[in-house]
């Protein structure tokens, strides 16, 4: 028969989903009752009502206690809560994009829609988690927010003393305007609205220093990445782009655009390069060429090619990543080539634009 010692070490390794910490991290773990008959009782300390991982926590606990207790669950008081948040505040240090903060930050772009950004940063996100990083993604694009259903987010946000806790699925952290605008209703913005929109998301949003912050970025060089590059003055910029010279030279605005703000191009990513066909022919759809001659024209490298996959477009409408939904395929492959360029790349100290455009 398990002690209320052997339960209690046992919970204290318990990660719990919310916050991704131990529960003995988090203080979670309330009494736990040895009677004289039966097993013990071990109650969890949940920070909200309306806690949305409870089943996911639950399952988590008795897979390490092995039915060696019975497990309730009781909700921690206003006093309580505002305490936890107070001391993970306090222990995540400073916040994403201040002076100090160990996040790298990257800017997902492309000078126009249609090339893919969504499906780069959502696949790259989970290439990262498989490297054990820890990862949050802003659906920056408040127009066209894909990020949520790409990764299969099945919550929404949970608010814990005035900050924003992101739902998180694959391991990710996502945060989106797809979790406050109604299916039947249409984002009609302008430019303030859209700036207080992204400043929330960074200083509303507890993001907890995650290793890395991927910034899904609505095409063009408008509002939204005029005032992501003022909150994140430090992003590195990872230019998307398809092998369609048309999609190149747009793309090159977006990199005339870090430039003028003083963010480091780190590279470029084709997507959408080649079909591979049941027979093993590649097939160029989109043209051939167009990351390499971006690539050279802005003087950074061609860090990827992705290719085209059925599977990865079919896995993108159920949440299913293509780690997930095509493992060891060429996409997969390349995206966790990818994460390795962008581990290898970190950023550069500038203190001017630096970027040269040839023509």
Known sequence: MATADDIQRALEGVKEPLFNRTLGELGLIGTIDKPLLGRPKARLLIPVPNYPYRAELTQRVEEVLGGRAEIETSVIDDDARTGLMTRLRDAAG??????????????????KGGVGKSSVTTNLAVALIGR???????????????????????????????????????????????????????????????HKAIEQFLTDVFWDSPDYLLVDMPPGTGDIA????????????????TPQPTAQRVARRAALMADTVNQEVMGVVENM??????????????????????????????????????EMRKGADHGLPVAMAAPGSEAALAFDALADQVEQRRPRVRSHPQLVIKG
């Open 94 to 111: 400073p916040r994403v994009g201040q002076s100090g903060s160990p996040t790298r930050v990257i800017a997902i772009s492309s000078g």
């Open 132 to 194: 054990g990083r820890t990862v949050g993604v802003i659906d920056a694009d408040i127009w066209g927010f894909s990020i949520p259903r790409m990764l299969g987010v099945s919550h929404q946000p949970v608010v814990i003393d005035q900050s924003i806790i992101p739902p998180v699925a694959r391991g990710v952290k996502a945060m989106s305007m797809d979790y406050f605008v109604p299916e039947d209703k249409a984002v009609v913005w302008r430019g303030p609205m859209l």
């Open 226 to 241: 005029i005032s992501m590059s003022q909150f994140l003055p430090r992003a590195q910029v990872l230019l998307v782009t």
């Open 273 to 310: 390069s080649w079909f591979t066909a049941d027979d093993g022919k590649r097939y160029e759809l989109f043209g051939q060429g167009g990351g390499a001659v971006l690539a050279e024209e802005i003087g950074v490298p061609l860090l990827a090619q992705i290719p085209l996959l059925v």
